[in-house]
């Protein structure tokens, strides 16, 4: 005879559920409400022994949990008396940035050698070199050959060197049209400067800068397919000459 509505639960009627532990409930309600936008770009967050109060932990776990929040780029910590947790702006510029700092970090541990970080180049700017053909503007153009111009009247004694070939290639990711492409881009630039792993003699120099001026032509002639095959030849010379990549690993030879 069944019980209609005074049916006693079976054991169907129950869920394993995961225990989260106090710092992952507070960091994700804090994560939330920063997403929902109950917090904007450059709100102060409570202060920690407010947010400790309000959540019933404790201190240490509301800053475990601050800290995952900083980690994921969220907020940023300010010391001092004016200081405190501060919500980022989260926009391709503030990915640049993380992305920027968990690269350098791994390079200069030494679990990454340039060879490796070349071809990951390849992997985003053939393809933005491609793009920025089709979607360059005028000012880009100007900003390229601004740009080429200054490498190829500098000496290879500049130490403004890498910063000239950081702004390049930044200017192509950008002129690619894709924002996130152009933050990969400069993050992987960033923090490698790969110009400073080259054996730059005045070959070199004026190879690459005559690589440069090839790459721009392209992109200005609305040539895609040019403009992607004259990065691919600029990124094998700079494997090649790479003063931290075994030669012997180069495959175009």
Same mark, same amino acid.
């Given at each position: 005879?069944?019980? =209609?509505?005074?049916?006693?639960?079976?054991?169907?009627?129950?869920?394993?559920?995961?225990?989260?532990?106090?710092?992952?409930?507070?960091?994700?309600?804090?994560?939330?409400?920063?997403?929902?936008?109950?917090?904007?770009? =450059?709100?102060?967050?409570?202060?920690?022994?407010?947010?400790?109060?309000?959540?019933?932990?404790?201190?240490?776990?509301?800053?475990?949990?601050?800290?995952?929040?900083?980690?994921?780029?969220?907020?940023?910590?300010?010391?001092?008396? /004016?200081?405190?947790?501060?919500?980022?702006?989260?926009?391709?510029?503030?990915?640049?940035?993380?992305?920027?700092?968990?690269? =350098?970090?791994?390079?200069?541990?030494?679990?990454?050698h340039i060879g490796e970080?070349?071809?990951?180049?390849?992997?985003?700017?053939?393809?933005?070199?491609?793009?920025?053909?089709?979607?360059?503007?005028?000012?880009?153009?100007?900003?390229?050959?601004?740009?080429?111009?200054?490498?190829?009247?500098?000496?290879?004694?500049?130490?403004?060197?890498?910063?000239?070939?950081? /702004?390049?290639?930044e200017t192509i990711g950008?002129?690619?049209?894709?924002?996130?492409?152009?933050?990969?881009?400069? /993050?992987?630039?960033?923090?490698?400067?790969?110009?400073?792993?080259?054996?730059?003699?005045?070959?070199?120099?004026?190879?690459?800068?005559?690589?440069?001026? /090839?790459?721009?032509?392209?992109?200005?002639?609305?040539?895609?397919?040019?403009?992607?095959?004259?990065?691919?030849?600029?990124?094998?010379?700079?494997?090649?000459?790479?003063?931290?990549?075994?030669?012997?690993?180069?495959?175009?030879?």
């Amino acid at each position: 005879m069944s019980n =209609g509505g005074n049916r006693q639960p079976g054991a169907e009627d129950f869920k394993a559920q995961q225990v989260v532990r106090p710092r992952a409930q507070v960091e994700r309600q804090l994560k939330d409400a920063i997403l929902m936008g109950k917090f904007a770009p =450059g709100d102060k967050l409570p202060p920690e022994t407010e947010l400790a109060q309000q959540f019933g932990v404790s201190r240490p776990t509301i800053r475990e949990a601050l800290g995952g929040l900083v980690t994921a780029g969220l907020i940023r910590k300010i010391p001092g008396v /004016a200081g405190g947790s501060f919500v980022n702006s989260v926009n391709p510029d503030s990915l640049s940035r993380m992305l920027k700092e968990s690269v =350098g970090t791994t390079l200069r541990l030494g679990t990454l050698h340039i060879g490796e970080l070349t071809q990951v180049r390849r992997v985003l700017e053939i393809p933005s070199a491609r793009l920025a053909a089709e979607n360059r503007s005028e000012d880009d153009l100007d900003k390229m050959r601004a740009i080429v111009e200054r490498q190829r009247t500098t000496t290879i004694d500049d130490p403004d060197i890498p910063s000239y070939d950081l /702004a390049f290639h930044e200017t192509i990711g950008l002129a690619s049209g894709n924002r996130l492409l152009a933050a990969f881009i400069a /993050a992987v630039h960033g923090a490698t400067h790969p110009a400073e792993y080259l054996e730059v003699t005045t070959e070199v120099a004026r190879k690459t800068v005559k690589q440069h001026i /090839a790459i721009v032509a392209a992109i200005e002639a609305g040539n895609s397919a040019g403009a992607a095959e004259a990065m691919d030849a600029h990124l094998d010379y700079v494997l090649r000459y790479s003063t931290d990549y075994p030669k012997n690993a180069v495959g175009h030879e």
